[in-house]
Protein backbone atom coordinates (compact mmCIF):
# COMPACT_ATOMS: atom_id res chain seq x y z
CA UNK A 1 0.00 0.00 0.00
CA UNK A 2 1.18 3.05 -1.04
CA UNK A 3 1.06 5.97 2.36
CA UNK A 4 1.82 9.18 0.10
CA UNK A 5 -0.92 11.55 0.27
CA UNK A 6 -0.57 12.41 -3.27
CA UNK A 7 -1.47 8.74 -4.17
CA UNK A 8 -4.90 9.09 -2.14
CA UNK A 9 -5.59 12.54 -4.12
CA UNK A 10 -4.79 10.48 -7.65
CA UNK A 11 -7.49 7.72 -6.22
CA UNK A 12 -10.10 10.30 -6.06
CA UNK A 13 -9.63 12.15 -9.01
CA UNK A 14 -12.76 12.09 -11.15
CA UNK A 15 -12.92 9.69 -14.06
CA UNK A 16 -13.29 12.09 -16.11
CA UNK A 17 -9.65 13.83 -15.95
CA UNK A 18 -10.86 17.10 -17.93
CA UNK A 19 -13.01 18.16 -15.39
CA UNK A 20 -12.49 21.11 -13.34
CA UNK A 21 -10.65 22.11 -10.46
CA UNK A 22 -9.71 25.59 -10.63
CA UNK A 23 -10.75 28.93 -12.27
CA UNK A 24 -8.83 31.64 -11.38
CA UNK A 25 -10.17 35.53 -10.90
CA UNK A 26 -9.52 36.54 -14.43
CA UNK A 27 -11.27 33.96 -15.62
CA UNK A 28 -8.20 31.03 -16.71
CA UNK A 29 -9.24 27.41 -16.10
CA UNK A 30 -7.52 24.41 -14.92
CA UNK A 31 -8.73 20.28 -14.85
CA UNK A 32 -7.38 17.43 -12.85
CA UNK A 33 -5.63 16.87 -16.03
CA UNK A 34 -3.64 19.69 -15.74
CA UNK A 35 -2.78 19.10 -12.44
CA UNK A 36 -1.72 15.36 -13.10
CA UNK A 37 0.76 17.00 -15.55
CA UNK A 38 2.04 19.20 -14.06
CA UNK A 39 2.77 18.05 -11.31
CA UNK A 40 4.08 14.99 -12.73
CA UNK A 41 6.60 17.45 -14.44
CA UNK A 42 7.01 19.52 -11.17
CA UNK A 43 8.11 15.84 -9.84
CA UNK A 44 10.23 14.40 -12.15
CA UNK A 45 11.86 17.97 -12.62
CA UNK A 46 12.64 18.11 -8.75
CA UNK A 47 14.35 14.44 -8.84
CA UNK A 48 15.63 15.12 -11.96
CA UNK A 49 18.37 17.65 -10.05
CA UNK A 50 19.25 14.57 -7.71
CA UNK A 51 16.52 15.41 -4.78
CA UNK A 52 15.78 12.40 -2.61
CA UNK A 53 12.93 11.28 -0.44
CA UNK A 54 12.49 13.98 2.54
CA UNK A 55 14.34 16.62 0.99
CA UNK A 56 13.10 19.59 1.22
CA UNK A 57 11.93 22.27 -0.94
CA UNK A 58 11.30 25.73 0.32
CA UNK A 59 9.01 28.21 -1.32
CA UNK A 60 8.48 31.73 -1.13
CA UNK A 61 5.68 32.39 -3.81
CA UNK A 62 2.57 34.01 -4.65
CA UNK A 63 -0.27 32.46 -4.74
CA UNK A 64 -0.56 31.07 -7.73
CA UNK A 65 -2.35 27.52 -9.41
CA UNK A 66 1.21 27.00 -10.18
CA UNK A 67 1.97 27.51 -6.78
CA UNK A 68 -0.24 24.66 -5.28
CA UNK A 69 0.76 22.25 -7.97
CA UNK A 70 4.21 22.63 -6.75
CA UNK A 71 3.49 21.60 -3.24
CA UNK A 72 1.62 19.09 -4.53
CA UNK A 73 4.37 17.72 -7.25
CA UNK A 74 6.71 17.85 -4.17
CA UNK A 75 4.67 15.39 -2.16
CA UNK A 76 4.46 13.52 -5.02
CA UNK A 77 7.68 12.69 -5.71
CA UNK A 78 7.98 12.11 -2.10
CA UNK A 79 9.89 15.50 -1.35
CA UNK A 80 8.80 17.62 2.05
CA UNK A 81 7.14 21.04 1.19
CA UNK A 82 8.39 23.92 3.41
CA UNK A 83 6.28 26.72 2.57
CA UNK A 84 7.35 30.63 3.75
CA UNK A 85 5.08 33.16 4.02
CA UNK A 86 5.73 36.32 1.56
CA UNK A 87 6.21 38.72 4.52
CA UNK A 88 9.23 37.20 5.35
CA UNK A 89 11.80 39.39 5.02
CA UNK A 90 15.69 38.30 4.80
CA UNK A 91 16.52 38.07 8.63
CA UNK A 92 13.63 35.69 8.95
CA UNK A 93 13.89 33.82 5.09
CA UNK A 94 18.20 33.29 6.30
CA UNK A 95 17.24 31.52 9.71
CA UNK A 96 14.59 29.12 7.53
CA UNK A 97 17.15 28.28 5.26
CA UNK A 98 19.66 27.69 7.61
CA UNK A 99 17.79 25.44 9.39
CA UNK A 100 16.49 23.17 7.24
CA UNK A 101 18.36 22.75 4.57
CA UNK A 102 16.52 22.56 1.43
CA UNK A 103 17.75 21.27 -2.06
CA UNK A 104 16.23 23.86 -3.45
CA UNK A 105 14.34 27.15 -2.75
CA UNK A 106 11.74 28.56 -5.20
CA UNK A 107 11.54 32.46 -4.76
CA UNK A 108 9.29 35.50 -6.39
CA UNK A 109 11.42 37.24 -8.99
CA UNK A 110 11.88 40.44 -7.53
CA UNK A 111 13.48 38.42 -4.52
CA UNK A 112 15.86 36.54 -6.50
CA UNK A 113 18.93 38.43 -5.89
CA UNK A 114 18.65 37.95 -2.09
CA UNK A 115 17.53 34.97 -2.26
CA UNK A 116 20.54 33.48 -4.17
CA UNK A 117 22.56 35.61 -1.35
CA UNK A 118 21.17 33.31 1.29
CA UNK A 119 20.85 30.48 -0.70
CA UNK A 120 24.95 30.49 -1.15
CA UNK A 121 25.60 31.36 2.62
CA UNK A 122 22.92 28.30 3.43
CA UNK A 123 24.54 25.77 1.12
CA UNK A 124 21.23 25.35 -0.90
CA UNK A 125 22.41 24.47 -4.37
CA UNK A 126 19.09 25.34 -6.57
CA UNK A 127 17.41 28.86 -6.66
CA UNK A 128 14.45 29.12 -9.31
CA UNK A 129 11.97 31.84 -9.53
CA UNK A 130 8.05 31.65 -9.91
CA UNK A 131 5.80 34.77 -10.42
CA UNK A 132 1.95 34.74 -9.55
CA UNK A 133 1.36 34.24 -13.21
CA UNK A 134 3.20 31.07 -12.50
CA UNK A 135 6.14 31.81 -14.88
CA UNK A 136 9.65 32.13 -14.26
CA UNK A 137 12.85 29.85 -14.73
CA UNK A 138 11.37 26.75 -12.30
CA UNK A 139 8.22 26.53 -14.95
CA UNK A 140 10.55 27.13 -17.63
CA UNK A 141 13.08 24.55 -16.82
CA UNK A 142 10.05 21.70 -15.63
CA UNK A 143 8.31 22.19 -18.79
CA UNK A 144 10.62 20.02 -20.36
CA UNK A 145 10.42 17.16 -18.26
CA UNK A 146 7.73 14.19 -18.81
CA UNK A 147 4.03 14.69 -18.00
CA UNK A 148 3.93 10.96 -16.80
CA UNK A 149 5.86 10.43 -12.72
CA UNK A 150 5.02 7.51 -10.98
CA UNK A 151 4.33 8.57 -7.63
CA UNK A 152 6.23 7.61 -5.17
CA UNK A 153 5.96 5.04 -2.69
CA UNK A 154 5.84 6.06 1.25
CA UNK A 155 5.22 4.51 4.29
CA UNK A 156 2.34 6.98 6.34
CA UNK A 157 5.05 8.41 8.67
CA UNK A 158 7.51 9.77 5.92
CA UNK A 159 7.48 13.96 5.96
CA UNK A 160 5.57 16.14 3.38
CA UNK A 161 5.96 19.07 4.93
CA UNK A 162 7.63 21.44 7.75
CA UNK A 163 5.53 24.62 8.44
CA UNK A 164 7.26 27.03 10.19
CA UNK A 165 4.97 28.25 13.32
CA UNK A 166 3.90 31.63 12.61
CA UNK A 167 5.45 32.83 15.97
CA UNK A 168 3.47 35.23 17.72
CA UNK A 169 5.35 34.17 20.23
CA UNK A 170 9.57 33.82 20.42
CA UNK A 171 11.59 32.25 17.73
CA UNK A 172 9.05 30.05 14.70
CA UNK A 173 9.70 26.44 15.28
CA UNK A 174 9.40 23.81 12.10
CA UNK A 175 6.25 21.54 12.66
CA UNK A 176 7.02 18.01 10.96
CA UNK A 177 4.04 17.19 9.04
CA UNK A 178 3.59 13.84 7.31
CA UNK A 179 1.79 12.37 4.66
CA UNK A 180 -0.69 10.27 7.50
CA UNK A 181 -1.41 13.38 9.47
CA UNK A 182 -2.55 14.93 5.88
CA UNK A 183 -4.55 11.80 4.67
CA UNK A 184 -6.48 11.53 8.51
CA UNK A 185 -7.47 15.04 8.86
CA UNK A 186 -8.10 15.76 5.21
CA UNK A 187 -10.79 12.77 5.22
CA UNK A 188 -11.98 13.43 8.42
CA UNK A 189 -12.57 17.15 7.08
CA UNK A 190 -14.28 16.13 4.00
CA UNK A 191 -16.71 13.67 5.73
CA UNK A 192 -17.73 16.29 9.08
CA UNK A 193 -18.22 19.17 6.74
CA UNK A 194 -20.26 16.86 3.83
CA UNK A 195 -17.69 17.90 0.72
CA UNK A 196 -18.71 15.97 -1.96
CA UNK A 197 -18.25 16.41 -6.04
CA UNK A 198 -21.07 18.84 -6.24
CA UNK A 199 -19.19 21.36 -4.42
CA UNK A 200 -17.19 25.14 -5.30
CA UNK A 201 -14.86 26.58 -2.50
CA UNK A 202 -14.18 29.97 -2.61
CA UNK A 203 -10.18 30.14 -1.67
CA UNK A 204 -8.72 33.51 -1.39
CA UNK A 205 -6.59 32.07 1.58
CA UNK A 206 -3.30 32.49 1.21
CA UNK A 207 -1.06 29.14 0.28
CA UNK A 208 1.69 29.68 2.63
CA UNK A 209 -0.87 28.03 6.03
CA UNK A 210 -1.96 25.12 7.28
CA UNK A 211 -5.58 27.03 6.30
CA UNK A 212 -4.86 27.53 2.49
CA UNK A 213 -2.79 24.97 1.37
CA UNK A 214 -4.48 21.94 3.67
CA UNK A 215 -7.75 22.47 4.77
CA UNK A 216 -9.15 24.17 2.43
CA UNK A 217 -7.20 22.60 -1.33
CA UNK A 218 -7.37 18.93 0.90
CA UNK A 219 -11.09 19.36 1.31
CA UNK A 220 -11.60 19.86 -2.51
CA UNK A 221 -9.02 17.34 -3.82
CA UNK A 222 -10.59 14.79 -1.70
CA UNK A 223 -13.67 14.73 -2.98
CA UNK A 224 -12.97 15.38 -6.76
CA UNK A 225 -14.48 18.95 -6.09
CA UNK A 226 -13.87 22.53 -7.52
CA UNK A 227 -12.38 25.80 -6.61
CA UNK A 228 -12.54 29.65 -7.64
CA UNK A 229 -8.85 30.22 -6.57
CA UNK A 230 -8.53 34.37 -5.88
CA UNK A 231 -4.69 35.56 -5.19
CA UNK A 232 -6.19 37.53 -2.58
CA UNK A 233 -8.94 38.60 -0.69
CA UNK A 234 -11.48 41.29 -1.77
CA UNK A 235 -14.48 41.81 -0.54
CA UNK A 236 -15.94 43.12 -3.85
CA UNK A 237 -14.23 40.17 -5.85
CA UNK A 238 -15.51 37.64 -3.19
CA UNK A 239 -19.16 38.80 -3.41
CA UNK A 240 -19.11 38.76 -7.71
CA UNK A 241 -17.65 35.07 -6.76
CA UNK A 242 -19.69 33.19 -4.43
CA UNK A 243 -22.87 32.88 -6.21
CA UNK A 244 -21.12 30.35 -8.43
CA UNK A 245 -19.79 28.93 -5.14
CA UNK A 246 -20.72 26.18 -2.08
CA UNK A 247 -18.44 26.76 0.71
CA UNK A 248 -16.15 29.98 1.72
CA UNK A 249 -13.20 29.34 4.02
CA UNK A 250 -11.97 32.27 5.84
CA UNK A 251 -10.26 33.99 8.25
CA UNK A 252 -12.48 36.23 10.89
CA UNK A 253 -11.25 39.26 8.82
CA UNK A 254 -13.09 38.22 5.32
CA UNK A 255 -15.94 38.27 7.49
CA UNK A 256 -15.32 41.24 9.26
CA UNK A 257 -14.61 42.43 5.67
CA UNK A 258 -17.45 41.76 3.87
CA UNK A 259 -19.60 42.52 6.53
CA UNK A 260 -18.71 46.35 5.91
CA UNK A 261 -19.93 45.55 2.40
CA UNK A 262 -23.52 46.76 1.46
CA UNK A 263 -23.31 44.00 -1.30
CA UNK A 264 -24.01 41.42 1.27
CA UNK A 265 -27.17 40.13 1.39
CA UNK A 266 -28.88 36.38 1.66
CA UNK A 267 -29.45 36.77 -2.00
CA UNK A 268 -25.68 36.83 -2.93
CA UNK A 269 -25.48 33.92 -0.43
CA UNK A 270 -28.11 32.15 -2.25
CA UNK A 271 -26.09 29.41 -3.76
CA UNK A 272 -23.49 28.83 -0.49
CA UNK A 273 -24.44 25.58 1.95
CA UNK A 274 -21.26 26.35 4.43
CA UNK A 275 -19.59 28.80 5.51
CA UNK A 276 -16.08 28.18 7.58
CA UNK A 277 -14.09 30.71 9.49
CA UNK A 278 -11.01 29.70 11.66
CA UNK A 279 -7.42 30.57 12.45
CA UNK A 280 -7.83 33.33 15.31
CA UNK A 281 -11.32 34.09 17.21
CA UNK A 282 -14.22 34.88 15.74
CA UNK A 283 -15.94 37.74 17.61
CA UNK A 284 -19.77 37.20 18.50
CA UNK A 285 -20.98 40.06 17.39
CA UNK A 286 -19.60 38.79 13.54
CA UNK A 287 -20.84 35.43 14.03
CA UNK A 288 -24.48 37.20 15.01
CA UNK A 289 -24.20 40.02 12.09
CA UNK A 290 -23.56 37.55 9.62
CA UNK A 291 -26.66 35.78 11.09
CA UNK A 292 -28.94 38.19 10.25
CA UNK A 293 -27.65 39.48 6.97
CA UNK A 294 -27.49 36.41 5.34
CA UNK A 295 -29.36 33.51 7.29
CA UNK A 296 -26.51 31.58 7.64
CA UNK A 297 -24.58 30.42 10.47
CA UNK A 298 -20.88 30.42 10.19
CA UNK A 299 -19.26 27.08 11.27
CA UNK A 300 -16.25 27.99 13.45
CA UNK A 301 -13.40 24.96 13.94
CA UNK A 302 -10.02 25.56 15.34
CA UNK A 303 -6.30 23.95 14.68
CA UNK A 304 -2.94 24.50 14.57
CA UNK A 305 -0.19 23.64 12.68
CA UNK A 306 1.12 20.84 14.41
CA UNK A 307 -2.06 19.25 14.20
CA UNK A 308 -3.89 20.42 11.81
CA UNK A 309 -7.99 20.57 12.47
CA UNK A 310 -8.53 19.69 16.56
CA UNK A 311 -12.11 20.50 16.68
CA UNK A 312 -15.18 21.69 14.67
CA UNK A 313 -18.67 23.28 15.15
CA UNK A 314 -21.08 20.23 13.51
CA UNK A 315 -22.71 20.70 10.02
CA UNK A 316 -25.59 19.48 11.37
CA UNK A 317 -26.84 20.88 14.93
CA UNK A 318 -26.02 23.85 17.03
CA UNK A 319 -23.24 25.77 15.85
CA UNK A 320 -22.49 27.66 18.84
CA UNK A 321 -21.03 31.37 18.53
CA UNK A 322 -17.61 31.89 20.75
CA UNK A 323 -17.00 28.50 20.82
CA UNK A 324 -14.94 26.41 18.27
CA UNK A 325 -17.33 23.22 18.34
CA UNK A 326 -16.74 19.34 19.57
CA UNK A 327 -12.99 17.42 18.88
CA UNK A 328 -12.92 15.89 14.97
CA UNK A 329 -13.61 12.04 15.04
CA UNK A 330 -10.53 10.27 15.48
CA UNK A 331 -8.61 13.68 17.99
CA UNK A 332 -8.99 13.29 21.35
CA UNK A 333 -8.91 16.37 23.67
CA UNK A 334 -8.86 17.08 27.21
CA UNK A 335 -8.57 20.17 29.22
CA UNK A 336 -5.64 19.98 32.06
CA UNK A 337 -4.68 21.60 34.59
CA UNK A 338 -0.30 22.83 35.47
CA UNK A 339 0.15 19.33 36.74
CA UNK A 340 -1.65 17.87 33.40
CA UNK A 341 -4.38 16.04 35.38
CA UNK A 342 -7.54 16.12 33.43
CA UNK A 343 -10.30 18.83 34.24
CA UNK A 344 -13.97 18.54 34.48
CA UNK A 345 -16.26 20.63 32.18
CA UNK A 346 -16.71 24.63 32.59
CA UNK A 347 -13.03 24.41 34.57
CA UNK A 348 -10.50 26.55 32.41
CA UNK A 349 -7.11 24.72 31.49
CA UNK A 350 -4.34 23.65 29.18
CA UNK A 351 -6.11 22.05 25.87
CA UNK A 352 -4.02 19.12 25.06
CA UNK A 353 -5.08 16.78 22.28
CA UNK A 354 -4.02 13.20 20.93
CA UNK A 355 -4.40 11.91 17.44
CA UNK A 356 -3.21 10.91 13.89
CA UNK A 357 -3.87 14.37 12.66
CA UNK A 358 -1.02 15.52 15.43
CA UNK A 359 2.54 16.21 14.37
CA UNK A 360 5.83 14.16 13.96
CA UNK A 361 7.30 16.78 16.20
CA UNK A 362 9.91 19.90 15.84
CA UNK A 363 12.65 19.89 13.13
CA UNK A 364 15.90 18.96 14.89
CA UNK A 365 14.23 20.20 18.19
CA UNK A 366 13.44 16.84 20.19
CA UNK A 367 13.85 18.54 23.36
CA UNK A 368 11.70 21.25 22.55
CA UNK A 369 9.10 18.57 21.07
CA UNK A 370 9.41 16.26 24.34
CA UNK A 371 8.60 19.69 26.78
CA UNK A 372 5.87 20.30 24.58
CA UNK A 373 4.07 16.52 25.39
CA UNK A 374 3.07 15.03 28.85
CA UNK A 375 4.11 12.17 30.36
CA UNK A 376 0.89 10.26 29.00
CA UNK A 377 1.74 11.12 26.11
CA UNK A 378 -0.80 14.85 25.32
CA UNK A 379 0.57 17.35 23.22
CA UNK A 380 0.21 20.36 25.16
CA UNK A 381 -1.57 23.02 22.38
CA UNK A 382 -0.54 25.90 24.69
CA UNK A 383 -4.06 26.99 23.81
CA UNK A 384 -6.28 27.67 27.23
CA UNK A 385 -9.72 26.79 27.24
CA UNK A 386 -12.59 24.62 28.54
CA UNK A 387 -15.64 22.65 27.50
CA UNK A 388 -18.61 23.96 28.49
CA UNK A 389 -21.83 21.56 29.73
CA UNK A 390 -23.07 20.68 26.20
CA UNK A 391 -19.53 19.30 24.93
CA UNK A 392 -18.28 22.30 23.38
CA UNK A 393 -14.90 23.56 23.60
CA UNK A 394 -13.95 27.46 24.33
CA UNK A 395 -10.86 28.81 23.48
CA UNK A 396 -9.80 31.47 25.89
CA UNK A 397 -6.43 32.34 24.94
CA UNK A 398 -2.82 31.41 24.34
CA UNK A 399 -1.33 30.15 27.37
CA UNK A 400 1.87 32.53 26.76
CA UNK A 401 -0.57 35.71 26.61
CA UNK A 402 -1.79 34.58 30.06
CA UNK A 403 -1.13 37.61 32.57
CA UNK A 404 -0.12 37.19 36.41
CA UNK A 405 -0.51 39.81 38.13
CA UNK A 406 0.09 40.07 42.05
CA UNK A 407 0.00 36.53 41.76
CA UNK A 408 -3.66 36.01 40.19
CA UNK A 409 -3.83 34.49 37.27
CA UNK A 410 -5.68 36.68 34.65
CA UNK A 411 -7.04 35.13 31.09
CA UNK A 412 -7.07 38.37 28.52
CA UNK A 413 -10.27 37.08 27.09
CA UNK A 414 -12.64 37.02 30.34
CA UNK A 415 -11.63 40.79 30.25
CA UNK A 416 -11.98 41.66 26.61
CA UNK A 417 -15.51 39.97 26.44
CA UNK A 418 -16.72 42.25 28.67
CA UNK A 419 -14.79 45.36 27.54
CA UNK A 420 -16.33 44.24 24.07
CA UNK A 421 -20.07 44.70 25.53
CA UNK A 422 -19.46 48.74 26.01
CA UNK A 423 -21.16 50.91 23.90
CA UNK A 424 -18.98 52.54 21.18
CA UNK A 425 -16.18 49.29 21.59
CA UNK A 426 -15.15 48.20 18.60
CA UNK A 427 -12.81 45.42 19.66
CA UNK A 428 -10.25 44.93 22.50
CA UNK A 429 -7.05 43.32 23.30
CA UNK A 430 -5.72 42.81 26.76
CA UNK A 431 -2.40 41.99 27.83
CA UNK A 432 -0.12 42.17 30.85
CA UNK A 433 3.27 44.74 31.03
CA UNK A 434 5.90 44.59 33.45
CA UNK A 435 5.16 46.54 36.88
CA UNK A 436 6.85 46.61 39.98
CA UNK A 437 4.38 46.07 42.40
CA UNK A 438 2.16 43.38 40.21
CA UNK A 439 4.50 42.08 38.56
CA UNK A 440 2.54 42.17 35.56
CA UNK A 441 -0.12 44.96 34.85
CA UNK A 442 -3.42 44.21 33.33
CA UNK A 443 -3.66 46.76 30.36
CA UNK A 444 -6.13 46.80 27.61
CA UNK A 445 -5.51 48.11 24.16
CA UNK A 446 -9.12 49.27 22.54
CA UNK A 447 -10.47 50.38 19.02
CA UNK A 448 -13.73 52.30 19.43
CA UNK A 449 -15.76 53.47 16.96
CA UNK A 450 -15.04 56.76 15.69
CA UNK A 451 -17.94 58.99 17.09
CA UNK A 452 -17.71 57.31 20.56
CA UNK A 453 -16.69 59.57 23.14
CA UNK A 454 -15.24 56.63 25.67
CA UNK A 455 -12.38 57.28 28.26
CA UNK A 456 -10.22 54.97 29.79
CA UNK A 457 -12.38 55.88 33.04
CA UNK A 458 -15.37 54.47 31.54
CA UNK A 459 -13.51 51.48 30.59
CA UNK A 460 -11.97 51.37 34.07
CA UNK A 461 -15.50 51.66 35.75
CA UNK A 462 -17.16 49.01 33.26
CA UNK A 463 -15.12 46.32 33.90
CA UNK A 464 -14.91 46.69 37.59
CA UNK A 465 -18.61 46.78 37.74
CA UNK A 466 -18.41 42.83 36.44
CA UNK A 467 -15.13 41.14 37.46
CA UNK A 468 -12.61 40.95 40.72
CA UNK A 469 -10.22 43.90 41.20
CA UNK A 470 -7.20 42.25 40.03
CA UNK A 471 -8.39 41.99 36.99
CA UNK A 472 -9.58 45.49 36.24
CA UNK A 473 -7.09 46.93 33.75
CA UNK A 474 -4.70 49.62 35.20
CA UNK A 475 -4.20 51.44 32.15
CA UNK A 476 -6.71 51.34 29.05
CA UNK A 477 -4.96 53.06 25.90
CA UNK A 478 -7.23 53.89 22.19
CA UNK A 479 -5.96 52.71 19.04
CA UNK A 480 -7.03 53.03 15.55
CA UNK A 481 -6.52 49.11 14.58
CA UNK A 482 -4.79 46.13 16.37
CA UNK A 483 -1.92 44.60 15.05
CA UNK A 484 -2.46 41.25 13.01
CA UNK A 485 -0.85 39.06 11.28
CA UNK A 486 -1.71 37.73 8.27
CA UNK A 487 -3.54 34.98 9.47
CA UNK A 488 -5.96 37.74 11.15
CA UNK A 489 -3.85 36.79 14.32
CA UNK A 490 -3.76 39.87 16.92
CA UNK A 491 -0.28 40.60 17.45
CA UNK A 492 -0.08 40.52 21.24
CA UNK A 493 3.69 40.49 21.05
CA UNK A 494 4.10 43.87 19.37
CA UNK A 495 1.55 45.35 21.89
CA UNK A 496 3.41 44.23 25.01
CA UNK A 497 6.19 45.89 23.28
CA UNK A 498 4.23 49.39 22.60
CA UNK A 499 2.90 49.49 26.02
CA UNK A 500 5.77 48.08 28.26
CA UNK A 501 8.08 51.58 27.27
CA UNK A 502 4.75 53.32 27.96
CA UNK A 503 4.20 54.77 31.72
P1 LIG B 1 -1.21 28.41 13.38
O1 LIG B 1 -0.31 27.31 13.78
O2 LIG B 1 -0.52 29.58 12.76
O3 LIG B 1 -2.35 27.91 12.55
O4 LIG B 1 -1.86 28.99 14.72
C1 LIG B 1 -2.59 28.14 15.56
C2 LIG B 1 -3.22 28.93 16.67
O5 LIG B 1 -4.25 29.79 16.17
C3 LIG B 1 -3.94 28.06 17.69
O6 LIG B 1 -3.04 27.46 18.60
C4 LIG B 1 -4.88 29.06 18.32
O7 LIG B 1 -4.21 29.84 19.29
C5 LIG B 1 -5.25 29.96 17.15
N1 LIG B 1 -6.57 29.59 16.57
C6 LIG B 1 -6.83 28.88 15.45
N2 LIG B 1 -8.16 28.78 15.24
C7 LIG B 1 -8.76 29.44 16.26
C8 LIG B 1 -10.12 29.71 16.62
N3 LIG B 1 -11.13 29.30 15.87
N4 LIG B 1 -10.34 30.41 17.75
C9 LIG B 1 -9.32 30.84 18.52
N5 LIG B 1 -8.03 30.64 18.23
C10 LIG B 1 -7.74 29.94 17.11
Not at 55 to 70: G, H, I
Request: proline share 5%; charged share 20%.
Amino acid sequence: MNFNFYALIESRMPKERNAPLLETESGETFSYADLDRATARYAAFLTGLGLNKGDRVAAQVDKSPQALFLYLGCLRAGLCYLPLNTAYQKGEVGYFLQDAEPGAVVCRPAAEAWIRDLAREAGVPHVFTLDEEGRGSFADAAAGSPAVFATAVLAPDDLASIIYTSGTTGRSKGAMVTHKNLASNGEVLRQYWGFSAADVLFHALPLFHVHGLFVACHCVLLSGARMVFHRKFDPAAALTALPRCTVMMGVPTFYVRLLEAPGLTQEACRSMRLFISGSAPLLKDTFDAWRERTGQVILERYGMSEAGMITSNPLTGERRGGTVGFPLPGVSVRVADDADRPLPAEETGGVQIRGDNLFAGYWRLPEKTNEEFTADGWFRTGDVGSFDAGGYVHIVGRAKDLVISGGFNVYPKEIELVIDTLPGVVESAVIGVPHPDFGEAVTAVVVKDAKAELTEDAVIAHVKSQLANFKVPKRVYFVNDLPRNTMGKVQKNILRDTYSKQG
